[in-house]
């Protein structure tokens, strides 16, 4: 029951984000936006990316706050009081700022965070997803598309190399490959925007990535098996990795170009 209150109550967020004037400023990321797309389960944590908001915490914070403050008739009621804004820092050259702040549904009480971000540039333009209410309904709000959702895990593999233990982008990649067509040049062109922008070099993919599979396979079982995913993933790392591969490699090298990803087929067109 506490997950449907927490599942709630990010719904009701991106609600009044939706009906404020900065429902195209604030795009929707990260886990939500991949369950939209079929590939997660719903998460509790909201990911957005803003497109002209200065990344410091007062003008974070005071942004969300702004959106949390509208008053809908959905029952919750955020404590705008209690809204504290922290930098997030990560390897990669962008910063983000979480804002926490409690909130209530009439005597239960609970803590929300929204986790902002500005950084890589967004092409092609966000698009409209709609996004399952719990009561039925779906609800509109803007978010990556599908090629800047591949962009960024490809090129954070990139730059991270043989050393990457970010395996969730790699199930992430394959797991959307797996349902939604692509189109090449759009996702050649997102790649390359993302790497100019955060100043990675677009090497040779299997060559960036080699020995990944030797050094994943150790702690890959363990981790697949704590995230719940031994009915949807590969027993071996190595053979994830191929089929990642096969979807990404073309893409960085630019062969993709002119061609659009069959997810039946598993293969550029």
Request: glycine share 10%.
């Given at each position: 029951m506490q997950e449907v209150f927490q599942l709630y109550l990010l719904e009701t967020f991106l609600d009044r984000l939706s009906q404020s004037p900065w429902r195209e400023?604030?795009?929707?990321?990260?886990?939500?936006?991949l369950a939209a797309f079929g590939t997660r389960r719903p998460t509790r944590d909201v990911d957005?990316?803003?497109t002209a908001l200065?990344?410091?915490e007062d003008a974070v914070r005071t942004r969300v706050v702004e959106i949390a403050s509208m008053e809908l008739d959905d029952g919750i009621v955020f404590d705008a009081s209690s809204a504290k804004a922290t930098t997030i820092r990560d390897e990669d050259i962008y910063t983000g700022v979480r804002v926490s702040m409690g909130a209530a549904l009439a005597t239960a009480q609970f803590s929300f965070h929204v986790d902002v971000n500005v950084g890589d540039p967004i092409v092609p333009p966000p698009v409209t997803v709609q996004l399952p209410r719990l009561l039925g309904g779906y609800l509109g709000v803007s978010g990556l598309p599908l090629e800047m959702v591949h962009a960024e895990k490809i090129v954070?593999?990139?730059?991270?190399?043989?050393?990457?233990?970010?395996?969730?982008?790699f199930v992430d990649v394959v797991a959307l490959a797996a349902k939604h067509?692509?189109?090449?040049?759009?996702?050649?062109?997102?790649?390359?925007?993302?790497?100019?922008?955060?100043?990675?070099?677009l090497l040779?993919?299997?060559?960036?990535?080699?020995?990944l599979e030797i050094a994943a396979d150790r702690r890959w079982p363990a981790w697949r098996r704590k995230q719940g995913l031994e009915n949807t993933t590969p027993t071996a790392f190595a053979h994830?990795?191929?089929?990642?591969?096969?979807?990404?490699?073309?893409?960085?090298?630019?062969?993709?170009?002119?061609?659009?990803?069959?997810?039946?087929?598993?293969?550029?067109?």
């Open positions: 400023e604030l795009i929707l990321k990260g886990g939500v936006l957005l990316q803003a200065d990344n410091s954070t593999a990139i730059s991270r190399g043989s050393a990457n233990t970010r395996w969730r982008d067509s692509v189109r090449g040049d759009a996702l050649v062109d997102s790649i390359r925007h993302v790497a100019e922008y955060r100043r990675v070099e040779d993919l299997p060559a960036a990535l080699g020995g994830l990795l191929a089929d990642y591969l096969t979807f990404a490699e073309p893409a960085v090298s630019g062969a993709a170009l002119g061609a659009e990803w069959d997810p039946g087929a598993q293969a550029w067109r």
